[in-house]
Nanobody, 118 residues
């Protein structure tokens, strides 16, 4: 079982920045994708960014260059720098891990609130 611990959320004004981090409570064995999803009020959960084990990054269309992800395979950690935040970015952000080998186990963090408001 992999336990994902998130940190860094909070309240920020429009145009501001936040940095989210997520660390696995224990080492993750094998190849895995790691990333972030979010769920805003009244919305479905959507992809923010996913980083494959080979370093390939895929961002959600709404990011438009505002966010930058970094992944540390040694520490099983992922960080998300979010700049130029908008009220629409208000959501609970979830850390996510998917193991590449069958049965492709998936793990989610508990979620961390990001609120963008003046």
């Amino acid at each position: 079982q992999v336990h994902l611990v998130e940190s860094g959320g909070g309240l920020v004004q429009p145009g501001g920045s936040l940095r989210l981090s997520c660390t696995a409570s224990r080492g993750i064995f094998g190849y895995y994708d790691m990333g972030w999803y979010r769920q805003g009020p009244g919305r479905e959960r959507e992809l923010v960014v996913i980083v494959s084990d080979d370093g390939t990054k895929r961002y959600g269309d709404f990011v438009k260059g505002r966010f930058a992800v970094s992944r540390d395979n040694v520490k099983d950690k992922i960080s998300l720098q979010m700049d130029s935040l908008k009220p629409d970015d208000t959501a609970v952000y979830f850390c996510y891990v998917r193991i590449m080998l069958p049965p492709h186990d998936e793990y989610w963090g508990q979620g961390i609130q990001v609120t963008v408001s003046s």
